[in-house]
């Protein structure tokens, strides 16, 4: 009988490979034939196991766990795995609903794909520019000017936010449509379950599976490789889009929304 870790390392395998045959399910018509999905929505819901939901709201599909998710915060916990970090994780447990979120539009062409992605470098190099400027006065995930000069260089910084241009750039495209994923998931949340974070991480996947991933077009990435990283930042609400959204929602304060 396994034991410890190896108990873990089994459990853990068992439950994707149930996971992954519920998420590849086909969906069928009364007479039992294979049916093919026509559209996104028909798509999603062919492959969601139960517990999950589809929702149309006008241009946009919401994928729904029935159920809230349990999250906790890692910001400031012990660092060895311990039994004091165990009873902080379980104090700091929270719960959630759990939603993914594919905003479908006309596709967006590629040379206009290029070039939106352009501004962004742009404004990317621009932002690091300035936070290179502030780390003298940079906290922990804060910036805490004191100096007229500080706070003067803060405010520039702010400005920045709300006026470089950025924008938000869809994840997938097929033959006629462009697609923006989004999570519910918080940067920082992390599964308090590794069962419902396998689940939940599942679905995105197979979503993913439905259409093609534009960074996949950059020159010498090999398009599997770069389909799994896609879909880890998204997972993980880590993109550059995402990291500028935290940006703003920590810096912007009264300007927030602006």
Request: net charge negative.
């Amino acid at each position: 009988m396994p034991r410890g870790a190896d108990a873990r390392a089994v459990l853990f395998c068992a439950a994707l490979t149930l996971l992954v045959a519920c998420a590849a399910r086909v969906a069928r018509d009364e007479q039992g034939a294979k049916r093919p999905p026509s559209s996104w929505p028909g798509r999603v819901a062919g492959i969601l196991q139960p517990g999950w939901e589809v929702l149309e709201t006008g241009n946009s599909i919401v994928i729904a766990r029935k159920e809230p998710v349990s999250f906790y915060n890692p910001i400031g916990l012990p660092a060895s795995l311990n039994e004091e970090r165990a009873e902080v994780v379980k104090q700091a447990k929270f719960t959630e609903q759990y939603q993914i979120t594919l905003e479908i539009v006309d596709r967006l062409p590629d040379e206009r794909y290029e070039e939106l992605r352009g501004v962004n470098w742009k404004a990317e190099e621009e932002f690091q520019a300035l936070e290179s400027r502030m780390r003298g006065f940079m906290g922990k995930g804060d910036y805490l000017p004191r100096t007229p000069g500080e706070v003067a260089l803060y405010e520039e910084y702010k400005s920045a936010l709300v006026n470089l241009p950025y924008h938000r750039l869809p994840d997938l495209y097929d033959e006629k449509h462009s697609v923006y994923v989004k999570t519910s998931r918080h940067r920082w949340g992390q599964f308090y379950s590794a069962r419902e974070e396998l689940e939940c991480r599942a679905v995105l996947e197979n979503i993913y599976s439905f259409a093609e991933v534009y960074e996949g077009k950059k020159p010498g990435t090999r398009f599997r490789e770069y389909e799994r990283e896609a879909v880890f930042e998204a997972f993980e609400s880590g993109r550059a889009y995402d990291s500028y959204l935290h940006k703003r929602e920590e810096n912007l304060e009264g300007q927030r929304g602006r």
